[in-house]
């Protein structure tokens, strides 16, 4: 059974730092682009961040270039996202997910796992 959960999430002060996890189970992320994604309280989902197959490429909107990084650990079957100088407007819930391709700020049309999610909120 294929099953991506995720944690790390909670309450964090503007300017904090967050480090969200995620393990998956059920098949092996070393054969799949991974990444992140987003929902904003009443928005879209917005993909945050990916990195390829090889781990040599990852991709991120401006919204959260050069604050936040996306790593696998494909021996541990887990991939991370490190979040700095956290934001009021990056409060949502985050989900990990495999992606069908990485050549740029990940697309939800191309999500093929994704997790139940880790709410994160940012706020003074």
């Known amino acids: 059974q294929v099953q991506l959960v995720e944690s790390g999430g909670g309450f964090v002060r503007p300017g904090g730092s967050l480090r969200l996890s995620c393990v998956a189970s059920?098949?092996?992320?070393?054969?799949?682009?991974i990444g992140w994604f987003r929902q904003p309280p009443g928005k879209e989902r917005e993909g945050v961040a990916c990195a390829s197959i090889s781990g040599d490429s990852t991709h991120y909107p401006d919204s959260v270039k050069n604050r936040f990084i996306v790593s696998r650990d494909n021996a541990k079957n887990m991939m991370y996202l490190q979040m700095n100088s956290l934001e009021s407007e990056d409060t949502g819930v985050y989900y990990c997910?495999?992606?069908?391709?990485?050549?740029?700020?990940?697309?939800?049309?191309?999500?093929?796992?994704w997790g139940k999610g880790a709410t994160v909120i940012v706020s003074s």
């Open positions: 059920g098949f092996h992320i070393d054969r799949h682009h």
């Open positions: 997910a495999t992606f069908r391709q990485c050549a740029g700020p990940p697309s939800n049309n191309d999500m093929e796992y």
